[in-house]
């Protein structure tokens, strides 16, 4: 079966796809329109979603995980911290966002955190113990090497004040 346009057709539809594309054009800039942004700063990403994920895999090997629901779980908060490093490469609303995220050295951490998290990801899936506590010690390594350099003062900036479980509160 073959579909004719008649030349009215074609312009009308030419012309309202130019207007549209226009009107979309005209509520951003260019800059706007290629460029992500976070909808909050990069330091609450850290304290909420960085923290959260990143403090159970490195006191997994302390605690041991007991049961398929425990592995189920680290496998979860593995992959929370896998997207959440590679979150911390786009600038948020915080004041220093963008100079950290024009940072190669930052972008560094931020992809070395992603791929800890990745091995940690394996590892709970695989029910290894052993690499578990390796990807945890990459994952505090990584993180200290990045507040030592960026964040020396103040490490979550009390956000969600300390929640970082200490030796003490595992005991």
């Given amino acids: 079966m073959f579909i004719s346009f008649s030349t009215a057709s074609c312009k009308r539809t030419a012309i309202l796809f130019l207007l549209f594309s226009s009107l979309i054009a005209c509520g951003q800039s260019a800059e706007e329109s290629t460029e992500a942004k976070l909808p909050i700063s990069i330091n609450e990403v850290m304290a909420s979603l960085i923290n959260h994920s990143a403090d159970p895999i490195w006191i997994a090997a302390w605690r041991n995980p007991q049961n398929e629901k425990d592995w189920r779980e680290l496998e979860h ?95």
């Fill in 77 to 171: 908060l593995s992959r929370q911290l896998q997207v959440g490093g590679a979150l911390l490469s786009i600038p948020g609303t915080g004041p220093v966002d963008e100079r950290w995220t024009d940072n190669e050295n930052w972008r560094g951490y931020a992809q070395q955190l992603s791929a800890a998290a990745g091995r940690a990801v394996n590892a709970a899936r695989s029910k290894d113990i052993v690499l578990i506590q390796r990807a945890g010690d990459d994952i505090v390594e990584i993180c200290e090497s990045c507040h030592k350099e960026f964040k020396p003062a103040l490490p979550t900036m009390n956000i969600y004040g300390e929640l970082s479980p200490t030796a003490i509160d595992l005991q």
